[in-house]
Structure formats: structure tokens, C-alpha cells
């Protein structure tokens, strides 16, 4: 996938947008850019599993409710089904959020695993699990070791933010239902 990325995508990317600061600098292929694309296509089937089980849950009478209704196709499926399923599919986006957050050797492969900050995608760069993963074995003092435990626990309490705040989303879209 890299040599494509570096290959293809990337240049035709620098080519057309390359007045943002997002896509300047040399093209290495290990990028910031290619760990986030390997990760979306890493958690694409979780997503897509848990909403096709969801849009099936639906019941029948939903949708032939709006039918008879009047609804056509597209108000049907958007008032009826995607009313009813609407938390259960953002339930499904956070599922994935969550595997991405936990996704760490196919970040650390691709990423380029350079410490340093910046602002192009097409630099390499480091993930927190990629540092602890990275790293874990090399660490041979107290304070090593114990800067590595402290990347745990900001990379728990990211986990932990994003939980707290999805459920509060969740709760601000209310019950299932039917919302014209």
C-alpha cells in the first residue's frame, strides 16, 4: 500500500493542494498520512458490520409505516430507518474510533516512527501505543520506564475522554424513534 500511497495518491495530493501546509515537504511514503489511511481501512469493515446489523434490526413496520405514510423510498429510509437506528450507527462509529485509538503495530509500521512534530501528513511521525511499542524493551532506567508508564496513562485517559464523550452525545440524540 505504501509504494501506491507514495506512488500515486500522495503527488497528485501535493499537486492539488499543495498551498495548505497539510501536504508540503518531501514525499516518504512512511507518513503521518498513510498510518491515518491504513487505519480507516483497518476499521471499515467493524463499522460497516455493526451498522448493516443495526439497519436490520429495524423493524419492517417502521418502514412500512412511513410507506403508508406516503413516505417515498429515500423518506422512508431517512425518517424511519435511519431515525430509528440512528444511535446504534453512531454507536458503530465509536466502536470503530475506539479500535483506532487501540491500533498499534500497523500504526508503528507504517507511521515512520519519528519524534518529531509536524505539520505536513507526508512527514513521518509517532503514535503514543507506537512509542510504548516501540520502546518498551529499550528502556533500561527508572525514569525510561516510568516515562513510558506515563504515555500509558495519557493514552488512557484519551480512551477514557473520547468514552465520556461519545456517551454524552449519545445521550444528547435521545431515544429511538421516529423524529420528523
Known sequence: MIPWLRDHLFPWLKASFGFLPFFTGPIYGVSMLAGGIIVAIMI???VTSVSREILRSVPNLQREAAY???????????IAVLG???????GAA??????????????????GNRPQISASLFAPGYTLASVIANEFAEATSDVYLNALF?????LLAITILVNIVAQLM???????????
Open 68 to 78: 403508508a405514510l406516503g413516505a417515498t423510498q429515500w423518506e422512508a429510509i431517512r
Open 94 to 111: 465509536v466502536l470503530g474510533l475506539g479500535r483506532a485509538l487501540g491500533e498499534t503495530m500497523a500504526v508503528t509500521m507504517v507511521i
Open 84 to 90: 430509528y437506528a440512528r444511535r446504534g450507527l453512531f
Open 150 to 154: 506515563e504515555l500509558g496513562l495519557v
Open 170 to 180: 449519545l445521550r444528547s440524540l435521545g431515544g429511538a424513534g421516529i423524529r420528523a
Open 44 to 46: 471499515l469493515p467493524i
